[in-house]
Every structure is written in C-alpha cells, then in structure tokens.
C-alpha cells in the first residue's frame, strides 16, 4: 500500500489558518473516502472530517465545523484541509486517512478507516 504524506502543519496564533496536505501515489485514491483525524497529547486520536470519493457529500466534528473545510483532487491524489479561525484546542498532530470504503458513514463517520499518514503537526498559540 502506497503511503499517505501530510504536510502543511506548523505554528499559529489563535485565530490564525493554516492549510494542510496529503499525498499519495495511491492509484486506487480516486476510489476511496478520506479523512482527517487529530490527536492531541496525552488524548485519543479523534475524527475531524471526511469525504466521500468524489468529494461530493463532507462531514465534520462539531467542534470543527465552520471553520474547518476538507477537499480532494482525484486528478492530483491530494486531499486537503483548510483551518480557520484556529484555537488553542485544535493542537494535534494531524493525521490523513484512507477508508475501506468509497463513502463515509453518514452515521459514524469516524468509522471504516484503516490506514494513515504519519501526520503533521499543528501548535496554535493562545
């Protein structure tokens, strides 16, 4: 299995963005959901949002929504997350996700992933 290769993550102020990456060279991306996950020290990793493979139909944590936006570009096999308004609580090292799957569970979606990037961090400073 190809690998997944996040990028983008950093340091911040609260309040500020930041533009996260994954990439693979996955051929089979196109036919497969994704997501983000985060886990922050000491704690769980979580879910943060995901998409379907055509990207058509996304779904967020409630504690993102709004101010985070996850995409993807079959013809580029990148997935991409977009951070705004940022807090001091969205510090994670940031994971991408491939699903077993071609659409995420509208009721758990969280659920059928199996493999991950190695991740990338985010600090936001309060």
């Known amino acids: 299995q190809e690998p997944l290769v996040e990028s983008g993550g950093g340091l911040v102020q609260a309040g500020g963005s930041l533009n996260l990456s994954c990439a693979t060279s996955d051929r089979t991306f196109i036919a497969y959901a994704m997501g983000w996950f985060r886990q922050a020290p000491g704690k769980e990793r979580k879910f943060v949002a995901a998409l379907n493979w055509s990207g058509g139909r996304t779904y967020y944590a409630d504690s993102v929504k709004g101010r985070f936006t996850i995409s993807r570009d079959n013809a580029k096999n990148m997935l991409y997350l977009q951070m705004t308004s940022l807090k001091a609580e969205d510090t994670a090292v940031y994971y991408c996700?491939?699903?077993?799957?071609?659409?995420?569970?509208?009721?758990?979606?969280?659920?059928?992933?199996?493999?991950w990037g190695q991740g990338t961090q985010v600090t936001v400073s309060s």
């Open positions: 996700a491939k699903s077993r799957l071609a659409v995420v569970h509208p009721e758990e979606p969280e659920r059928d992933f199996d493999s």
